[in-house]
T-cell receptor
């Protein structure tokens, strides 16, 4: 079974600044996907960004980017130019064989 | 698009009764749906994988006789919590797998159902 570790339970960031969330995972597989999901107070899970393990290039989606280090099994998320609407719980997830394994989550609060 | 709905969004029931939660993929067919449970400020825990036309596969520690899952069509899966007790109170989230271009698969999540057992 895959384990996903998010070591930061909570983070706070000033509006317009940058915050980085860490995620490490443990697997013996070489082909897999990694995701970051956002869960705002509405509790609807929203996909933020996806990374295929076979791709060396780090994924980016507008203000969101990842630093994928396959050998280190690390997958951090950087939120640039933070906005109030980014306030949410963020989950790192490992995907293989159609199953998602989630980390414990990091609560991000963006301060005005 | 890929929209998944859940009904009801919030349900309160008495201890000992059964509650059914529906999960529908509105604009795509989902051969596989998943049911998760989430306690406040915690992560999503996979309860079971539901395949259309076959029995659900339950994760270790999940009582299959208590959490009945039926996936009768390509757009509908139901979770029935039987003889509910207060400890079953939680947020239940479903997701549906959709095949995407390039052989990729992605799970799309429903908005969740808050169950409160009195």
């Amino acid at each position: 079974a895959q384990t996903v570790t998010q070591s930061q339970p909570e983070m706070s960031v000033q509006e317009a600044e940058t915050v980085t969330l860490s995620c490490t995972y443990d697997t013996s597989e070489s082909n897999y996907y990694l995701f970051w999901y956002k869960q705002p107070p509405s509790r609807q899970m929203i996909l933020v960004i996806r990374q295929e393990a076979y791709k060396q290039q780090n994924a980016t989606e507008n203000r969101f980017s990842v630093n994928f280090q396959k050998a280190a099994k690390s997958f951090s998320l950087k939120i640039s130019d933070s906005q109030l609407g980014d306030t949410a719980m963020y989950f790192c997830a490992f995907y293989r064989d159609y199953k998602l394994s989630f980390g414990a989550g990091t609560t991000v609060t963006v301060r005005a | 698009g890929a929209v998944v709905s859940q009904h009801p969004s919030w349900v309160i029931c008495k201890s000992g009764t059964s509650v059914k939660i529906e999960c529908r993929s509105l604009d795509f067919q989902a051969t596989t749906m998943f049911w998760y449970r989430q306690f406040p400020k915690q992560s999503l825990m996979l309860m079971a994988t539901s395949n259309e036309g076959s029995k659900a596969t339950y994760e270790q520690g999940v009582e299959k006789d208590k959490f009945l899952i039926n996936h009768a069509s390509l757009t509908l899966s139901t979770l029935t919590v039987t003889s509910a007790h207060p400890e079953d109170s939680s947020f239940y989230i479903c997701s549906a797998r959709k095949g995407l271009a390039g052989g990729r698969n992605e799970q799309f999540f429903g908005p969740g159902t808050r169950l409160t057992v009195l």
